[in-house]
């Protein structure tokens, strides 16, 4: 181990973990629920990598489905248990970190310490009455949700690297929920977070874990959008594919997914092409199934015209919040009021055209009347190139 | 017909009883067997798009003066490199256009540096130019107005002795015919002295637009260049300033039977509405309820139930709680943000430069582009039309017609004749020979013309061009080598219909066709309205009907304007939307993709 390298001394770090709870936790100021709309950067501390993100997403309005972060105030709570600190110091103090078979199984009766701590009333209330409002939001009674674990840690660029991500998706009911959250708690300790830890020389009171919760989407239809013409790069317009039911039928080509053209600045549709969608994949209590799309809905468009708008200035707004063009996931959800249906739920850098040199229009072709000449020699240049 | 032509102008079965019609029409403009080899050889499309319906012998003037000074400009002003004029003919009443193109790369060759003198004269300097021409306009109408067509009098007025000028009212009434001729003409050469290096400008913005985002709709690109405070809609803006006067003024139900037209006039007296009136029907009610280019088409100002219907439909929805108000600031900031954001998406800063540059010129040129329509085929030709009534009154005076709108049943070339039959007869006091020469001629002429009005002539003729690279065809009548394919196709009759997608939205409702300017009336709320083209002055029934729907026209058609400024869904330049619809029947209007549904 190189000098540069901060030592790794659990002995001497143990009494950290309790300091940072100490500096973290007080009364008057802690905040355990913080909505994704009402993200502000203030809180990135207190929601974690993960949530930050969502909540960043909210604030550039890329749509992501709704929810919350339950913050790192409320995992610090549990530490103010003196008795849980102690065990979890001993347990770590046991590690020698050449022996996997060993340190797995520490890890996991460190995870098991903390599942088993009691979540403090203060954080039951509030987390029961946060998931109900979003249960009502929604429209559905105990809305399923997808419990993730948003690991914070101070100054490190890799915070979710070096907390590990834990996901649990579709679960139901406020008792699940508490319960996928202290397991999303106990994820900062599983083996190979502590082993990436210790590799990377860091600190483990620099970790801290929010939980993310969010409503899990049921896509009525779905699909992906392009921020530019895949078949000419042209970037004034955004091309979506869509589908009944949810993306896995687009993605894998099982249906040749309804196709539009949009475009990004009057939001008209320039292209439509509906086509004859045989199957979707639907959710059934949690379980994807794929089914034959009923007669009456095969050929009718997927999305409506009001629907491609919106994904089309979602797909928009990701190209500018990222700043280049973007492959967009996105799907229109069963429960949520119309108007805020339409979420992403991915968006990554476009590929092919991306890779290009946007390609100028001007290339000498002169300005004013010489230009105007050129174009009065083939005034169809345009017009082809749109057939 | 075979499959990729046109039939050929010789071969196209007359109507019945239209014998002799060719001689409504100067001999230059029909179609003849001694320039038969010259003729058959060329495509001719059918300008439907002005000319919809069969012309009178007076009212094939314009045409012929119209396409004589387009011409003119391509050809020997503005050296257009590879295009002259328009070779144009009367076939069955209507005419048929075949552009002159110029192939030789040679001679186009030697024509750019002409052009780019010539016309970049014109860029350079336009702005005092466009204001130098409204002026030149305004008197041009002017001088038309002070035509004097007074019927001869008894005795010469005792001035024409005591003066010593010698020189008669028989002689008067000639050369004001001739002057009001050579007038006519400038109309026309005024018309086209900008048009062309208008549409120029605006299809080399198009072309850069088109060059950078190749999927871009015609119409994003229609938006940034569309001006926003245009003459064309001000007649229509002033029936809704006159439409709330009404309603403060306590008159609201005054305008209830718009056809009442005394009974209104007199309700409005010494009312602010009225003087409201009077103040703006000068010049902007010289607004015809058709294209302009025929007599019977009715003015604002003669016919002031139509507009008193507009002003009853503004009330109601006035009363309704509407706000008809065009949002200026709105539109405005829509403007500024489409351009904005269109240059944001650009690849380089020297593209949007260019972008800027081309824009700006396209803005610069545009305004001629709207506006000279009211100008021109409005109130010039509102006060051309009015002349032509005096000089008909007169010949009714003389015995020579039965009625004032006979005189449109006279070519312009007869006119002359007619008016030295008049004259000499007078000098010598002895009885005219038109009294009974022409009364029985413009019988036979009116049925020939009725009876043309009932035939549809084929779209083309001819043998249609590989590709079509004719810039002005592109332009002023949206002819492409696509729409031409489409009119073959659609000769064998299918249930879907194309055109330009002119005005965004979508639309289902009940077709009701138009084909007379007159029966824009019967439009009914909700329905799609179907016509060979629309007038700028219908502007006060599209907040009524769904979706529109017209055979020829480009995006920057008078339709497609004035339905975007409307904001109904508009399909224009379907080649034979009119013909393939029935009254009554359902369509789906898409205007975002330029298609047309028959439902049922």
């Keep these: 181990m190189c000098d540069a390298c901060p030592i790794i001394d659990w002995a001497a770090e143990l009494p950290t973990v309790r300091s940072f709870t100490a500096r973290r936790v007080s009364d008057a100021m802690e905040e355990f629920i913080v909505w994704y709309d009402r993200y502000d950067p203030s809180k990135k501390d207190l929601v974690g990598g993960k949530n930050a993100s969502l909540g960043e997403m909210m604030r550039a309005e890329l749509p992501v489905p709704p929810g919350f972060a339950l913050t790192t105030d409320a995992y610090q709570l549990i530490w103010q248990d003196q008795y849980l600190v102690e065990q979890v110091n001993e347990l770590l103090r046991s590690i020698d970190h050449d022996d996997v078979a060993k340190n797995l199984e520490t890890s996991e009766r460190i995870r098991h310490l903390i599942e088993a701590e009691p979540v403090p009333d203060r954080v039951v209330d509030e987390l029961g009455q946060a998931y109900d409002a979003l249960s009502k939001h929604c429209g559905v009674d105990d809305v399923p949700v997808a419990v993730r674990s948003s690991a914070t840690a101070e100054d490190l660029p890799d915070a979710s690297f070096a907390g590990q991500q834990d996901t649990f998706l579709w679960i139901t009911g406020l008792p699940s929920v508490i319960e996928h959250v202290r397991r999303c708690w106990s994820s900062i300790f599983t083996d190979r977070a502590l082993a990436y830890r210790h590799q990377m020389g860091y600190l483990q009171h620099q970790i801290a874990m929010s939980v993310a919760v969010q409503k899990m989407v049921d896509p009525k239809a779905s699909g992906v959008a392009f921020t530019l013409n895949p078949t000419n790069g042209d970037r004034s317009q955004v091309a979506v594919d869509a589908s009944w039911g949810l993306g896995e039928a687009v993605v894998s080509g099982e249906v040749t997914p309804d196709n539009f053209l949009v475009d990004k600045v009057i939001h008209e549709i320039v292209h439509r092409n509906v086509s004859s969608k045989e199957i979707e994949y639907r959710l059934n209590h949690g379980v994807v199934e794929k089914m034959p799309v009923p007669d009456d809905r095969k050929d009718q468009p997927s999305v409506t015209d009001d629907d491609l708008r919106a994904i089309a200035q979602l797909a928009r707004r990701s190209e500018k919040h990222y700043g280049c063009p973007q492959d967009v996931e996105w799907a229109i959800d069963r429960h949520l009021p119309e108007g805020e249906n339409v979420v992403m739920l991915q968006s990554r850098p476009e590929t092919v055209w991306s890779q290009r040199p946007a390609a100028a229009v001007t290339n000498g072709g002169g300005t004013g009347v010489s230009s105007i000449v050129s174009t009065l020699l083939s005034p169809l240049t345009g017009a082809q190139a749109t057939a | ?600």
């Design chain 2, 1 to 600: 017909m075979s499959e990729n032509r046109f039939p050929s102008p010789f071969e196209v079965e007359a109507p019945e009883g239209v014998e002799g019609w060719e001689e409504l029409y100067p001999y230059s403009v029909v179609f003849s067997d001694d320039r038969r080899d010259y003729e058959e050889n060329r495509f001719w499309f059918w300008d439907s798009m002005h000319w919809g319906w069969a012309m009178t012998p007076w009212d094939s003037t314009f045409l012929e003066m119209a396409i004589a000074s387009l011409s003119q400009f391509n050809s020997r002003h503005y050296r257009i490199p590879p295009a002259d004029g328009i070779d144009f003919r009367v076939f069955y009443g209507v005419p048929y256009f075949s552009p002159v193109t110029i192939e030789d790369g040679a001679r186009i060759e030697s024509r750019v540096p002409e052009f780019m003198e010539r016309a970049g004269h014109y860029f350079a300097n336009w702005d005092g130019l466009y204001e130098n021409w409204l002026g030149k306009i305004k008197a041009n109408i002017a001088d038309i107005e002070s035509v004097d067509f007074s019927p001869l009098p008894e005795m010469e007025d005792m001035e024409v002795i005591t003066s010593g000028s010698a020189i008669g009212s028989g002689h008067r009434l000639q050369a004001e015919y001739h002057r009001f001729k050579d007038l006519c003409l400038k109309v026309w050469q005024y018309h086209f002295e900008f048009l062309n290096l208008g549409y120029a400008a605006y299809l080399d913005f198009f072309g850069f637009c088109k060059q950078a985002f190749p999927s871009i709709p015609d119409l994003g690109i229609a938006k940034m260049v569309a001006g926003i405070e245009v003459d064309l809609f001000r007649p229509n803006e002033e029936l809704k300033v006159i439409a709330q006067k009404a309603i403060d003024a306590g008159l609201a139900d005054v305008f209830s039977n718009p056809d009442d037209v005394p009974g209104i006039q007199a309700a409005i007296a010494g009312s602010e509405v009225e003087r409201y009136w009077n103040e703006v029907e000068e010049p902007w009610f010289n607004f015809s309820n058709g294209t302009g280019f025929y007599h019977y088409d009715k003015t604002w100002k003669n016919s002031p139930e139509i507009p008193y219907a507009f002003i009853r439909d503004y009330i109601e929805k006035i009363q309704a709680g509407e706000d008809i108000t065009r949002p200026i600031d709105e539109i405005t900031a829509e403007r500024d943000r489409v351009v904005s954001e269109y240059a944001d998406l650009l690849a380089t800063d020297e593209d949007r430069q260019a972008f800027e540059e081309k824009l700006g010129l396209a803005r610069t040129v545009f305004p001629y582009v709207e506006n000279h329509n009211f100008y021109i085929e409005h109130w010039t030709m509102s006060v051309v039309w009015d002349k032509l009534r005096q000089l008909g009154d007169n010949l009714v005076k003389e015995g020579v017609l039965s009625e004032t709108d006979d005189v449109f049943y006279i070519r312009r070339d007869e006119m002359d004749e007619v008016l030295w039959d008049v004259y000499s007869a007078w000098a010598v006091n002895a009885p005219n020979r038109g009294s009974v020469y022409w009364p029985p001629r413009i019988e036979r002429r009116r049925d020939i013309v009725a009876k043309l009005r009932d035939f549809q002539p084929p779209k083309a003729l001819g043998e249609p061009p590989t590709v079509v690279t004719e810039p002005f065809t592109i332009m002023l009548w949206g002819i492409t080598s696509e729409s031409i394919s489409q009119w073959l196709g659609t000769e064998e009759g299918a249930d879907g219909l194309s055109g330009m997608a002119a005005s965004p939205g979508v639309a289902e409702g009940k077709a009701r066709l138009v084909f007379n300017p007159e029966d824009i009336g019967k439009v009914q709320d909700g329905e799609i309205l179907v016509a060979p083209i629309t007038a700028p002055s219908w502007a006060p029934v599209f907040p009524k009907i769904r979706a529109c729907v017209t055979d020829i026209g480009g995006m920057m058609s008078h339709a497609a304007i004035v339905c975007r400024e409307y904001g109904v869904p508009a399909v224009t330049g379907t080649g034979f939307g009119s013909r393939e619809i029935k009254d009554g029947q359902m369509l789906r209007v898409d205007g975002s993709n330029g298609t047309v549904e028959i439902l049922d």
